[in-house]
């Protein structure tokens, strides 16, 4: 009852919040065409920001589906990069325009493929055919990821934990070779990347000028990914999604309680495999081609990461950790690649620089010393941490009073080095995640009550 | 939970202060090699008369080596004319760095980095792959882009915004087929490529078209992403009677490549394209047997004040030596990146303005005379019109290459 | 003939590198249940403290001696240094990304080894600045002799006999001494063996040490053969390694060898196949190869039967 009840609430939290984002969103996108050049330059439809928001949407819609299979199925598959790679090439394949296929099968004399969705809608530039064909070959691109799953998932979902990983990292791999092969070339374009396929900057409104007058670029990866995840929260409160779960729990009592581990396992692995799928799609449609190359184990390392870090079982977990992530490794720490150098030891960005760099190491070494406060062992990682914070702070004294103008270290690659660091203390302190298996909306409304339990006292 | 919550938030906090940082980091200078006078001239970054270049570069990954060399070229190109005269006005050139990974799917991200720096046009980058994966963003946002030596034909095809100052693929190909042809007598080439690499085969497939349209066979072959085993190719080469390899690949594979080939005992001359042009391939044919043609942009020696400039560059500047690969053997890169530089300093004069549009539709009719030869764009493509490339060869001192051949395709 | 004799010999040798670095995943695993994914990357760290030792040693020493005998030094001294420095990378490891998580969620302790191996491979992307490095020669490993009508390195005719010697130094030691018993205790029942009073935690460590002395041997020996090193050197050779330990059955270092020299026989044949693109197959071929055992004998060629207890 109380189960039930909780659920409501957070669908209707759910559903509210995905509301809220999606206008967020567009008005947002749209702000700097209102106000002109009033709003901060960081609103701007040029602003790293939107990039981040494109991206964080595909991948958390990966992420959510790996976490599907991981999180509540308990089943340890790492090869969410080769589903990914197969949506992105089917949709690639149906929707370069027919004007462009000689241009980009130009190894090959043109492609195998003689049409083309939106040009059978009436062409990309039509609503009709963007809205149909974009959309079809979305849908197809889940679809022929879900089919090879599930002839994947034939011989290998009889694998136990670790093994079972490595056999769909295996086929991953395999996939990415076959699309690499040159014979395919003709429809796969060999190792060549498929360009000039419709993306997200399609989804802007323009006039007769081609002057942009409503910007949706952002919108619509939203809108997929949150249709899709939506979808996949409605399947694990579903009766599916708790013999899932009772999967994911004990596999043996699962089967003792009749639930037909076969199927429910294959069932998990097809729907996983058909968001990756639209999830790779939307990522074609993100990074303009479709290249084999880039689909790599390192992709599927990277989203596992995100589903960890954002807590296995957590569907808003995995959603907050992809845009933390997405935005760390791609806007905020890109500063770290270049040499600061002030113009004198008094320049205000400096001081801005210094009083920042203090906040920070201050605020995470008590964030740390904070989360590390019960257990065994306790005193040593707290003595560390805060030798460590003491060391930065003394540092970045020195460098204040030096009256230094160049910060040191700072070079090309040095933000990758810091961001792995990052990753590494988030990690190690938060052993289940950011959220663990709760989500978001349980945690709002758990804090609620106990407040709500205090005023009542 | 109560915990958890709090933990979150005060996780966000700590990221919303990175981010505040960054904003705090605004005034970096490009680069890690900047001069003291490029730095100090940047001093007054928050003065208005700047106007900011953006630089497309592979600064890690598989191309890192030929990205950073590229770059080089550029800053010691900034260096040398630190400021340009728009409409009477005096500007200050800011370079702006942003790494590619050598990755298509990190491209994008990069190039919508520079875009959101504000820059007024852009060069780079090093590799083909990676310049096609980021044309469509920066002709979104109606930035032109100068490729400086990516060389497949899709960069500029179909992109108005991407011009280019190297030459092309078809014409590489098929000066390498001519060469081999005239040179060796060759009747068998093997090629050996990276699978997934646009470059290595789009280049095969043009040697392939012009070598056996002159009558002779070729044998190809594919080793995948990360491979460093290429005894088994190398033999099969030797065993196919090969009578020159033909391998453009990217540096890290060059140079495994020379090196198990010269424990091999490999005698079949080795055919390279652009990207073998670097110190480190050198490096590893040091004291063998090894017969290593490389096709290339320039030559050293071919304008001496540049050498000696850029020598002098790479000697002096604050972490150039070590991102040149150690020592200062000239690359055809950096001498095309210098090119690169120049030929927008004239288009921002050419249009007057630091408007990206008004670059952009004055870029067609500039025309300059650079280290590595006349520079002028064609009406189709904004393709350079270029119908020479260089031969040399490795003298296997380790540091230095000796030219062989100018080749023309008519 | 020559190409199958010649590309046996590369096989052999490959897969005996190869066995190297397996022996560290499938200890490791036998143990602690964990996928060291950092391992490979460890691999690559070892070559680079080989490149660096040996360029600063040979600058340190012509300053004492001349600089020929400095160059003849430097060499066996820096082995050394690497085989030292990266025990202590692998202890280290373990202490400081595995240790505190000990009672974490299997799957976080894994994610803590993709951040090491990222972490790796990151700063040694910012150290080289990105470029790729060289490997110097080792005396006699690098010469090259004449067999079969084709010159081949003599490490590439050393690694099988080296690897085979090691293993049976390891197997000795597994099988007849106190740390290897508490070792195969510690793999068989982790808690009981913490009840009979196995120090764990040394055991534990012991394991990273022995892997990663091995991971050093063994990176000597493959950056000989192929010696050009770049920051996901070890990506590979790792991941064809840790294919190996799983297709001899995870756990088993018999098996992890075995498979090894097999995964690296067959892709060096892959590679001649006579088909258009078979090399593109090749590391595709390793993963088919593995899939078809595994679906065939679930826990690998010697791996252990797994039991459900309830």
């Known amino acids: 009852m109380i189960q039930e009840k909780k659920s409501k609430k957070g ?18 996108e749209n702000l700097s065409a209102l106000l002109g050049n009033a709003v901060p330059s960081f609103l701007l439809p040029t602003s790293q920001l939107f990039v981040v928001l494109k991206k964080g949407a595909v991948y958390s819609l990966v992420a959510v589906s790996m976490n599907l299979l991981n999180g509540f199925t308990g089943l340890f598959s790492l090869g969410q990069a080769g589903f990914m790679l197969l949506g992105a090439y089917t949709y690639a394949i149906l929707t370069v325009p027919m004007s462009a296929k000689e241009t980009v099968y130009y190894l090959y004399g043109g492609s195998a493929v003689p049409f083309s969705l939106p040009d059978l809608f009436g062409g990309a530039d039509t609503p009709s055919g963007l809205i149909l064909g974009v959309a079809l070959a979305i849908l197809l691109g889940g679809c022929v990821a879900a089919l090879f799953a599930f002839l994947i998932g034939l011989p290998v979902l009889r694998l136990k934990s670790d093994y079972l990983a490595i056999a769909t990292l295996g086929f991953a791999e395999i996939i990415r070779a076959v699309f690499q092969w040159q014979p395919l070339g003709p429809i796969t374009n060999g190792a060549n990347m498929i360009t000039q396929i419709p993306t ?24 997929v990914a949150i249709l899709c995840i939506a979808i996949i929260v409605m399947l694990i409160n579903s009766s599916y999604g708790r013999a899932f779960k009772a999967i994911r729990e004990d596999e043996i009592a699962a089967e003792a309680m009749g639930i037909n581990l076969a199927k429910h396992k294959m069932l998990s692995f097809c729907i996983s495999s058909f968001f990756a799928g639209v999830g790779g799609a939307l990522f074609a449609m993100f990074v303009n081609n479709a290249q084999a190359k880039v689909y790599t184990s390192t992709m599927t390392y990277e989203i596992l990461l995100i589903v960890v870090i954002g807590g296995i079982g957590s569907i808003s977990g995995s959603c907050i950790a992809t845009f933390l992530y997405v935005a760390c490794s791609e806007w905020w720490l890109r500063f770290l690649d270049n040499t600061m150098q002030f113009s004198s030891p008094s ?33 040593w990682k707290q003595a560390l941490v805060a030798l460590l914070a003491v060391a930065l702070l003394a540092w970045i004294t020195w460098f204040a009073l030096s009256g230094q103008t160049k910060v040191p270290l700072l070079r090309t690659g040095f933000r990758m080095v810091v961001f792995s660091v990052i990753i590494m203390i988030v990690v190690l302190f938060f052993r289940r995640g950011m959220l663990g298996d709760k989500e978001l909306t349980d945690i709002l409304f758990s804090r609620r009550k106990a407040v709500g339990k205090e005023a009542a006292q | ?57 592979p600064f890690t990954g598989d191309s890192a080596s030929g990205g950073n060399k590229e770059y080089l ?13 728009v409409g009477g006005v005096e500007y200050t050139v800011e370079l702006v760095p942003s790494d590619n990974g050598s990755t298509t799917d990190k491209a994008m991200t990069a190039a919508s980095q520079l875009v959101s720096e504000g820059v007024s046009m852009v060069l780079g980058s090093y590799g083909s792959g990676v310049s096609i994966a980021a044309g469509p963003t920066f002709g979104s946002a109606g930035i032109p882009a100068i490729g400086v030596t990516c060389t497949n034909p899709n960069v500029t095809a179909g992109n108005d915004y991407y011009f280019r100052i190297c030459f092309l693929d078809p014409f590489q190909g098929t000066v390498l087929a001519n060469f081999a042809m005239d040179k060796f007598d060759a009747q068998v080439a093997y090629c050996l490529g990276e699978t997934g690499n646009e470059y290595d085969q789009g280049l095969i497939s043009y040697f392939e078209q012009a070598f056996t349209a002159a009558g002779g066979q070729v044998i190809k072959a594919f080793y995948p992403t990360n491979n460093s085993d290429f005894n088994s190719y190398l033999t099969q080469a030797q ?72 020598k002098e560059y790479i000697n002096t500047a604050d972490g150039a030596l070590e991102a040149n690969g150690g020592n200062d053997t000239i690359s055809a890169v950096s001498a095309m990146g210098y090119d690169a530089y120049n030929v927008a300093l004239e288009a921002i004069k050419a249009a007057g303005s630091v408007d990206p549009a008004a670059i952009k539709a004055a870029l067609w009719d500039v025309t300059y005379d650079g280290v590595s030869g006349h520079i002028a764009f064609d009406d189709v493509n904004g393709d350079a019109v270029r119908d020479t490339a260089y031969i040399k060869h490795s003298t296997n001192d380790g540091v230095s290459w000796e030219l062989e051949t100018v080749q023309t395709v008519s | 003939m020559e190409l199958l004799i010649s590309t046996l010999l590369f096989g052999i040798s490959v897969g005996g590198q190869y066995a190297l670095i397996a022996i560290g995943y499938t200890m490791v695993y036998g143990i602690l249940r964990l996928i060291n994914f950092a391992h490979g990357d460890v691999f690559m760290v070892a070559g680079l403290i080989g490149i660096y030792s040996t360029s600063l040693l040979t600058a340190l020493l012509s300053n004492i001696m001349g600089a020929e005998a400095a160059a003849m030094a430097a060499v066996p001294l820096s082995l050394l240094l690497v085989l030292v420095l990266t025990v202590a990378l692998g202890f280290c490891i373990e202490r400081v990304a595995y240790k505190p998580l000990r009672s974490a969620p299997r799957m976080s302790v894994m994610i803590s080894a993709i951040g090491v191996s990222y972490l790796l491979q990151n700063t040694a992307t910012y150290i080289t600045a990105a470029q790729p490095t060289n490997y110097p020669p080792l005396p006699f490993l690098g010469d090259t002799v004449e067999i079969a009508g084709t010159s081949i390195k003599w490490v590439v005719l050393v690694t099988p006999f080296l690897v085979l010697a090691l293993v049976i130094v390891l197997t000795q030691l597994i099988n007849h001494t106190k740390i290897g018993m508490a070792m195969r205790a510690v793999a068989k029942d982790f808690e009981t063996s913490q009840l009979m009073g196995i120090k764990i935690n040394s055991v534990i460590s012991m394991t990273f040490v022995i892997g990663s002395a091995l991971a050093a041997v063994g990176s000597m020996l493959y950056f000989t053969t192929y010696p050009t090193i770049v920051p996901t050197s070890g990506a590979m050779p790792g991941l064809k390694a840790f294919v190996a330990a799983v297709f001899g059955g995870i756990g088993s270092i018999p098996g992890a060898v075995i498979g090894a020299f097999l995964i690296g026989i067959c892709e060096n044949f892959v590679k001649i196949l006579p088909f258009e693109g078979a090399t593109t197959f090749v590391d595709a071929f390793t993963f088919a190869l593995l899939i078809i055992i595994l679906v065939f004998k679930p826990t690998g060629l010697f791996g252990e039967k797994a039991t459900d207890k309830v």
């Open chain 2, 1 to 57: 939970m109560m915990k958890k919550f709090l933990a979150s938030a005060l996780s966000a906090a700590m990221l919303l202060g990175l981010l505040a940082g960054c904003g705090g980091g605004s005034t970096s200078t490009p680069g890690s090699t900047s001069t003291p006078d490029a730095s100090s001239a940047d001093g007054g970054s928050g003065a208005e008369n700047v106007i900011k270049i953006g630089v497309f570069e």
């Open chain 1, 347 to 379: 320049a205000p960005e400096r001081t801005t620089f210094i009083v920042v760099f203090a906040v920070v190491v201050v605020l995470a070494a008590a964030l740390l010393i904070w989360r590390e406060r019960r257990g065994r062992g306790v005193f």
């Open chain 1, 11 to 28: 669908a209707a939290a759910g559903l509210i919040l995905a509301a809220v984002l999606l206008i967020l969103v567009v008005v947002l």
């Open chain 2, 239 to 310: 065993q196919a009677g090969a009578d020159v390899i033909f391998t453009p690949v990217s540096i890290a594979y060059a140079t495994q490549i020379i090196s198990q080939a010269a424990s091999l005992g490999v005698d079949i001359p080795i055919l390279g394209s652009d990207t073998l042009d670097d110190n480190k391939v050198l490096e590893a044919a040091k004291d063998t047997d090894i017969q290593l043609y490389v096709s290339t942009f320039y030559q050293e020696g071919g304008n001496p004040e540049f050498d000696e400039g850029f």
């Open chain 1, 200 to 223: 997200f900057n399609n989804f802007n409104i323009t006039d007769a000028n081609g002057t942009v007058i409503l910007r949706l670029s952002t919108f619509f990866p939203f809108l």
């Open chain 2, 73 to 85: 070229g550029m800053q010691y190109a900034n260096s040398v004319t630190p400021t340009v005269e």
